[in-house]
């Protein structure tokens, strides 16, 4: 039984179609068809059936390819335990991670990097939420921090786990006229500032915005960025205010280049850990579970 060909038809099942597993594979749909129909006449019976509705895959096919994704992870693992054996350099693990939150999360993880991922190589990409998920669903990502969103903004085939809470606050110029005092500002007094936003559909921007929606306004937007940090140097220049999770400019406080007031009501985000519902290599299942150990909030 060829490794490719179920490689081909386990794309194919999670695409659920032939053409985006072409895609996915960076090869003709010919080929992607002409290796599970291979497959299928060695096992004796159809993984797939078409429907109006599309691909779909057939009660015995569901069955063997969950046992091929099981067969896949070890056989995964037994490359990562070759790579290490004949001494090959340290496994690397990647990872997305939203804008804004090195801040909230770097401190935990590389305070004590050699004890929690041994012999790990990060690559660390900061992207936007979508980003992150539509590199995790292309298997770009072996994980990603990110803020949750509901179900219908996730796409299908991604899970989480919760690390932590954060609040969400106000950031302005030291200068500017809502820093002279330090009470919580009510959101529906902001109507007429000009505000900094992010992605408006998902994360940080989606979650802005339904504080100003749930009360029936529309905010001044100045201009909408992919990232905090160049929504924050935008605040800096005196130009603009923005909302973002109050550890995200922790930095900048410190520094005198913000400030940061609470706002009410109070709104607070959840960020977790996303990837891929398919097991990894054992190796990297035993590295994510560090990693999420590492940076859970300790209760």
Known sequence: MDFREIRYALSVAKERSFTKAAVRLNISQSAVSEQVKLLE??????????????????????????????????????????????????????????????????????????????????EILTAPTKSIFDDLHEERLDAGIAIESGSDRVPAGLVNDRLTAAEMALIVHPKHHLARGNRPVDVGKLVAEPIVMSELTVGYGQVVLSLFTDLGIRPNILAVADNIE????????????????????????????????????????ALSLFRRRQPLSRRKEGYLAALQKALKDRA
């Open 41 to 122: 006449e060695e096992i004796g019976f159809p993984l797939f059936r078409r429907t109006p509705r599309g691909i779909e895959v057939t009660e015995r096919g569901r069955t063997f390819l969950y046992e091929a994704e099981r067969v896949v992870g070890d056989v995964l693992s037994l490359s990562d335990t070759a790579r290490r054996l004949r001494g090959a350099p340290s496994d690397t693990l990647t990872i997305g991670m939203g804008s804004g939150m090195a801040q909230i999360f770097m401190p935990r993880l590389f305070g004590d990097l050699k004890t929690i991922l041994p012999g790990v190589r990060l």
């Open 230 to 269: 160049t929504m924050k140097v935008i605040v800096q220049s005196g130009t603009g205010i923005a909302i973002v999770p109050r550890a995200c400019a922790d930095n900048e406080v410190a520094l005198g280049v913000l400030k940061v007031l609470p706002i009410a009501p109070v709104r607070t985000v």
